[in-house]
């Protein structure tokens, strides 16, 4: 075997466990989801006429400002995940 072919063989095999060391090195710093992190309660906010405030469990479809039935004249006036990164 000529010593250029050698040669080109190692910096193939030198090239090839560069590859394999970053692959495992990005792989065992990724991000995975938590198997046992539970997801945040979506919650909605909702101010009623007499000035008291519910909190309660979101429901599809609600937004800020829509007409809430839980008391009269009750508004949605927050809506947000509790306990999360950003939750309260």
Partial sequence: MPVAEIGLLAIFV?????????????VRTSERPQ?????PRV????KCNDG??????????EY????AQ???DGV??????????YGV
Avoid: T
């Fill in 70 to 72: 839980d008391c009269p």
């Fill in 76 to 85: 949605i006036i927050g809506v947000y995940k509790e306990g999360g990164e």
């Fill in 14 to 26: 030198a090239s090839i466990a560069v590859l394999a060391v970053v692959m495992y090195l990005l």
């Fill in 64 to 67: 800020v400002g829509a007409v």
């Fill in 43 to 46: 919650v909605s906010v909702v």
């Fill in 52 to 61: 008291r405030e519910i909190r309660r469990d979101y429901k599809d479809g």
């Fill in 35 to 39: 198997q046992n992190e539970k997801k």
